[in-house]
């Protein structure tokens, strides 16, 4: 990014958009670019846009190199918002594994494009091994995934609940409000990011505090949503854990009824047969106690005939 005499003495006309081509440009300029942007800004008289503009942190390279992809590649980060809002909403496992790929492949696309930007920055190159798991952890923090939609995120947040990708049934359809309605309770301006001002500080006022308040109001409005969703989750699997313990005891205890009719069966078996052999030793007795007789009988008659 060349600097000339016009781009520190002519400020923009679209501040946002020169803001993001801060952020969107090399990363090693990112310092020279916002002070130049300042001076402009302050040459112009716009002095508390000008403080606004020189507080912006520059972003780590990770950080750096996604939101190049998004302020380069729209679609890759639509597809990625959409993906996260639909595994937020996602109420039955098939939803949430539909989702949840979904998320995957927007995550991986959006990989592609911002190693693509590192690649030709010419800085150190980043892989899918590093950039998939920034990805979901954006997108499971409200707050980064705001900052990551203006192209200004600072720094990725630690792995969040889409590390896991454990959110299941949801809310009720219909208690998450539209995209629309998300974007104006929150200000409709998300350009807040970790360790940076927000837009609205370049514009100060009471209307850019109402902003502010709004932004953080909606925020914490989804974060919520999104803690609500994991509980929903969370109390949908302990119940299918439960159903499916209550199946294993009934099992059980069939089983165990079986077992104690066989047993019975056994045990009635062994006492037929217990009889069976006394009655065998006892016909047994007989049977020599008459061949005892028999012979007897047959001594005594033979004397008879001597």
């Known amino acids: 990014m060349a600097t000339t005499d016009a781009a520190d003495t002519e400020p923009p006309d679209d501040l946002d958009a020169a803001i993001g081509a801060v952020y969107g440009g090399p990363l090693d300029e990112f310092v020279t ?7 402009a800004l302050r040459a112009a008289g ?7 503009v020189r507080k912006l942190a520059k972003p780590k390279r990770l950080a750096w190199a996604l939101d190049a992809a998004v302020l380069a590649e729209r679609a890759e980060f639509e597809g990625v ?3 996260a ?3 937020a909403d996602a109420r039955t496992g098939a939803e949430v594994r539909e989702a949840t790929n979904a998320l995957r492949g927007a995550a991986r696309s959006l990989a592609d494009a911002a190693s693509e930007r590192a690649a030709t920055s010419g800085g150190a190159a980043l892989d899918q091994s590093e950039l998939v798991p920034a990805v979901l952890a954006v997108a499971a923090d409200p707050e980064a995934l705001a900052a ?5 995120l600072v720094d990725v ?3 969040g609940a889409f590390g896991a990708f454990a959110p299941g049934p949801g809310r009720p359809a219909g208690a998450r409000p539209s995209r629309a309605k998300r974007d104006a309770d929150a200000g409709s301006d998300t350009s807040a990011t970790p360790g940076s001002p ?3 500080q370049a514009r100060p006022g009471a ?3 109402d902003r502010v308040t709004a932004r953080e109001a909606g925020s914490a409005e989804r974060a919520a949503r999104h803690a609500e969703s994991l509980y929903e989750a969370a109390r949908s699997r302990a119940e299918d854990a439960a159903d499916v313990a209550d199946r294993a005891a009934a099992e059980l205890a069939a089983a165990e009824d079986r077992r104690r009719s066989a047993q019975r069966d056994v045990e009635a078996a062994r006492e037929r047969l217990d009889g069976a052999r006394r009655d065998a030793r006892r016909a047994a007795a007989e049977a020599q106690e008459a061949e005892d007789a028999a012979r007897q009988a047959r001594a005594t008659h033979a004397g008879m005939v001597e």
């Open 46 to 52: 716009r002095r508390d846009e000008a403080a606004a």
């Open 198 to 200: 927000p837009r609205e």
């Open 81 to 83: 918002d959409a993906a």
């Open 85 to 87: 809002e639909a595994l």
């Open 207 to 209: 209307a850019g505090r």
């Open 157 to 159: 947040p630690s792995a």
């Open 148 to 152: 990551l939609r203006a192209g200004r």
């Open 33 to 39: 670019a916002r002070d130049r942007l300042a001076r």
